[in-house]
């Protein structure tokens, strides 16, 4: 029996306007499709150029009168982050929707970014924790709703907050469930502070559960010269609708924690099948990883002092 693909209805997103990273392929650039079809302005940060215009080339072909556009962003970088978002600020137009979907995982070897953080760190958690403090004045005139794309590895190692930068020993898949942990503790805090001060924002997580995504394709500047043996085995067995979900499911926990009006902040979005692995997207426990109130408030603090930024006290 072919398998039924599991979709859901975005509401009608015409006049609002939406930022998602990592949108030049894979779930990125269908997060920012479907949102481009529901109406919405879509603004794509992207760090490659050439891939950034054929991916609004992809969306214009299936959605003609769609509303895209590109901007240059690394996020791995501080200084672009800052670039990007004075870019946004001196537009002054209010952000209704950020998603923060950009990542990678488990570079074989130890990498940093250009400011000299663990790349994982850097790229998947400080980069967007400096993009929202950044924005917060258009995302405030948006009253935003902030959805943080995390991971099932969120669920999985710890916070090594006796070498957060790995520069000891470095491990590819504990440093990527830190990063995808820390992030899901801000989006969290970020909820809590803006409740508590009034930012008018809310903010929400999402994970995609399992999937043959592009992250942990074949990315030679990661030092990865071809898709990880881990990565093949997703995409048979998801081919074959076992247990993993397709690119395109993957896709809906983030789009229905974003869009959705009975989603809500502090909560998180995944798919409901087994495990989380696959499947429609539903609303989910929290981690326990993720609802330790004391480490978040550690977490907050850390990245402020880190990514060089402030948020309102």
């Known amino acids: 029996m072919p398998r039924i693909a599991p979709d859901i209805t975005i509401p009608d997103l015409r ?37 950034g215009e054929a991916a609004v080339d992809t969306i214009k072909s299936s959605v003609p ?3 895209v ?11 672009s982050v800052d670039a990007f978002a004075r870019t946004v600020l001196n537009e002054g137009d209010p952000i209704h929707i950020l998603i923060n979907n950009a990542g990678i995982m488990t570079p074989p070897e130890r990498r940093v970014s250009p400011d000299g953080f663990e790349l994982q760190l850097a790229t998947n958690h400080l ?31 710890s ?27 801000f989006g969290l805090e970020l909820e809590r502070r803006s409740r508590e001060a009034g930012w008018g924002i809310s903010s929400n997580l999402a994970h995609p559960g399992v999937a043959p995504t592009n992250l942990l394709a074949a990315r030679p500047d990661l030092g990865r010269a071809r898709e990880t043996p881990r990565r093949k085995l997703i995409r048979t067995l998801s081919a074959r609708g076992v247990l993993f979900g397709t690119v395109e499911s993957a896709q809906l926990p983030a789009l229905l924690a974003a869009t959705s009006p009975n989603a809500h ?39 402020e002092r880190l990514a060089g930024v402030a948020f309102p006290a």
């Open 159 to 185: 916070i090594n907050w006796e070498d957060l930068n790995w520069e000891r020993r470095y491990a590819p898949d504990p440093a990527y469930s830190q990063s995808k942990i820390m992030l899901g503790q």
């Open 127 to 157: 980069g967007h924790v400096a993009l929202v403090a950044h924005l917060l004045p258009v995302l405030q005139r948006g009253r935003a709703r902030v959805t943080s794309q995390i991971s099932v590895a969120a669920n999985q190692h």
């Open 65 to 67: 009168e769609a509303d």
């Open 15 to 51: 006049g609002r306007r939406a930022i998602v990273t990592g949108a030049s392929d894979g779930m990125g650039l269908g997060i920012a499709r479907k949102l481009a079809a529901a109406g919405a302005t879509v603004l794509m940060p992207v760090r490659t150029p050439s891939k």
């Open 69 to 79: 556009s590109l901007a240059s962003l690394d996020l791995a970088s501080l200084d």
């Open 265 to 303: 902040g502090g909560s998180l979005y995944g798919p409901r099948g087994f495990l989380h692995l696959g499947g429609a997207p539903a609303e989910q426990p929290l981690y326990s990883r993720l609802t330790r109130a004391q480490e978040a408030a550690r977490t907050w603090e850390t990245s």
